[in-house]
């Protein structure tokens, strides 16, 4: 019989994947215009600062980056992969959809508006970011619903007006904006790593696990609904709690990835495929690797942003955005092959 | 034998078109029954609502003496599987990949199989001979190979009643003829209840037990096939002349149309 997934298959696949990232996060830390030596590293932290100037730019500065970086690449990455399961759309995206752009404008909103409270943990960033990136889906989702079966092209445009709408009240927001304002919001907007303090990658990085584990224990689910809404009743699944659910925690996470870094395109869309191809569809597995692998990636694009230009620094959604537009164009015409544009 | 599947005064209508009206039958334990009938009789959606997917807009459904709207959606999928029209799905699972989400409704919180669910998955492949080619997509598989897997899936799903919507359209004779008598040794041997929607009526005199017969016009006739099809009944529900035909046991319908080559030279109704 042929080989099927099993927990066990699963889990050493999950550890040698993980392994492979810490290895790939450990490297990235060294690399940079400041040269960091192994020896200096080992020997810990200086009684008087500044003076083991390595180990602090390694733990204090590089670290906290290529964390925050792995934990935006993995919910990126898990969103795209939700995304394409309940959409049944291969090229279904945060960014493409204009998931990101709704979250994006929630984040502004709260930032320009300069509300200050927080509640168990929720800052108006986050809450805002949240709400946009839900509105974005259910827009989405029934733009989805109309367009019925020519869903491929109709909702990538529909995910490009959305994202065009909110780009522009975006671009209003931010010329109305103190020009104090104006340039940070900018390099944010087009994806940018920044180094944040400890507590906020704590918190992120647990709602965001949190998010790829409620997504895990619907995995199964998002199988059978790949086959539609029909075939998934027939089956057993209750199709609108999971994909309610899904959506959900789909936006929770693009949210919280989207106030900490802006707006990173493509990642939920090329690592997702990539893992598919090597691994084939099933989403038991395909949601965790492709979380580590996108983690990877991201902490590999964001290292190059730091080095490309350095001393300066690119944001990181232009590396992605760079590798992943071409990488969209070559799967739309695979997807679109069989439409036939001169009839 | 028990009615396994009870259907009282069954209504049901899309805004302003009656498509079923006042339909009563009872199915017992084990029966192989064909649903025949015009396009746009309403097979589809007697399926439908058999199954869940549509709720009646009056009348009532017993599956297993319980109302069908009493069971879960996880609940009703333990006691009936349903095989659609084959199709190609958005990405490429492999066919075990497909046949095991038969499990689906007996998995745990993370929807791992168990020995059990693994081994309903190999039996289902073998019987249906797709263990062959239990490791490609089904993108490389032809309409006839597809259609076996979804029924494989159907059998894994291990439930006492079968829902086919016109299993065998697109298929060549081999698979048409493959897949009935797949049908039937999964009724004797299994003593699964099967409701196949069909256009043939020659195969499901052959293989069914009972029969439906829609008429476009919300009528209905129900009972042993045998007698449901007749060439007066099958020129009244698709107004079709027909030649009938008896060699062995059972009888064979030859459709005349006006343009048949047969239309002047055979006068109808001779063994009927």
Known sequence: ??????????????????????????????????????????????????????????????????????????????????????????????????????????????????????????????????????????????????????????????????????????????????????????????????????????????????????????????????????????????????????????????????????LVGFVGLIIPHGVRMVLGPDHRQLLPVSAIIGSAFLVVADTLARIVVAPAQLPVGVITAITGGPFFLILLAKYTKKVSWLK | MNSIIEVENLNFSYSTRTILKDLSFNVMQGTFLAIAGPNGAGKTTLLNLLCGLLRPKAGSIKIDAAYVESYSIKNLAQKVAVVRQEFVPVFDFTVTEVVSMARAPYLGTFGFETKADKKFVKESLEVTDTAQFATRSLKELSGGERQLVFIARALAQNTPILLLDEPTSFLDLKHQVGIYDLLKSAQIEKGKTILAVTHDINLAIQYCDQALLLGADNSYRYGHAEGIFSSQQIEKVFGVRTFTGKVGLKKFFLPLGKFAKDNKTISGESAD
Request: charged share 10%.
């Open chain 1, 1 to 262: 019989m042929a080989a099927t997934l099993t927990l066990k298959k699963l889990f050493f696949r999950v550890i040698t994947c993980f392994i492979l990232l810490v290895i790939i996060m450990t490297l990235c830390c060294f690399v940079g215009t400041q040269k960091v030596s192994f020896r200096n590293i080992l020997s810990g932290p200086s009684d008087t600062p500044g003076e083991n100037i390595d180990y602090e730019i390694f733990f204090g500065v590089r670290l906290p980056r290529v964390i925050l970086a792995a934990l935006v690449g993995a919910a990126l990455a898990c969103s795209g992969v939700v995304l394409q399961a309940i959409l049944r759309n291969p090229l279904a995206d945060p960014y493409i959809l204009g998931i990101s752009s709704g979250a994006g404008l929630g984040v502004i909103i709260a930032v320009l508006s300069g509300m200050t409270w927080s509640f168990w943990a929720g800052s108006p960033i986050a809450v805002f970011a949240f709400a946009g990136a839900l509105i974005t889906v259910w827009l989405v989702w029934c733009i989805g619903h109309l367009a019925g079966k020519s869903q491929v092209i109709s909702l990538l445009l529909a995910g490009v007006v959305v994202n065009a709408f909110f780009s522009a009240v975006i671009m209003f927001l931010t010329s109305i904006a103190k020009s104090q304002q104006v340039y940070s919001t900018i390099f944010w907007l087009m994806g940018n790593i920044t180094e944040k303090n400890i507590p906020v990658l704590w918190i992120s990085a647990s709602f965001i696990f949190a998010g790829i584990f409620g997504l895990f224990s619907l995995s199964h689910k998002l199988n059978i609904l790949t086959f539609g809404e029909e075939e998934a009743k027939g089956l057993g699944v209750d199709t609108a709690k999971t994909k309610i659910t899904a959506f959900g925690f789909a936006a929770f996470i693009t949210a919280i990835a989207v106030s900490l870094s802006g």
